[in-house]
């Protein structure tokens, strides 16, 4: 099966802004073995690529000709954009990570004013990575959220497709965390929620195709603790609606909502279980068929 992974800015500051952004990416090279990125898709106007880009160890440079100020999560969440999105398969275990563009120190943002910075600069692979393994147990690594979510908390039980014109397909977090609420809602209108919109399952209808997903972001409404899922370093607590884990930010879980067409490439020989990979990593992915937009 093949899949999509993004790479998204977040955490950005809403006064000063992002238009540009430097980063290069690492992965096991060999055909056929691990993970082999078929593309790379930008969200950006422009581009300059070095080394082969998207090879391993090949760099890019991203600009936007607009100004991004917005913060989709909601005031005071930070700055989020969409870099863009590779289109891969796993082969093997492998991850994908995101590593320094060439001569470059940390990851490099360019304000609104033309102002560059570091970015975040921390020693790989801390920089983000998103894991393939065949159980799909093995978590990813996202910055922002130093102790992240238990694995379990991002589970959805639901169909895979659901033909056009249907009605009532139900997903479900299959083992909630008490203490955390769970919101749901869709990238566009093609795919409807019927009934709350929050809790821990939710009713949608299909009234015609699309390529839609359907998204569950985790918030905590009270104290909780979030076990460490074996990393080293003490639990993190959250509370109230803008806490999450150690730093102000979501987990979400992605799910497929209505057909779409088989993407192109070849799919793995040894086809990878990325259950536990649905997760909004600093590589977030989206498990789903066709060619998604920025």
Known sequence: ESCFAFVVLTNGSPQSGVQGVQFGVTYDGSPGAGVDVFGWSAC?????TTGGWPAPGAGINLIWNSCHVEEPHGTGHGVAVVAGYFYLSAYSPDRLELTNAESQHGLPITDCNQVQTSGFDSAPPRRGHAVFSPAGDQSGWNPCTPTPL?????????????PPGSVGAVYTITDPIPGVEYHWFTSSGTLRITGPSVGNSITVDAPEIGGEQLIVSSMATSPISYPSSGRAGAPSSGSGRRQWARHPGRDECWCQGTPAPTPRGPAPRQPLDRTAIHRRLSLPWKSRSGAPGC
């Open 44 to 48: 950006a106007a422009g581009q300059i």
């Open 150 to 162: 238990t694995t379990g908390s991002c589970h959805v039980d639901g169909p895979r497709l659901i």
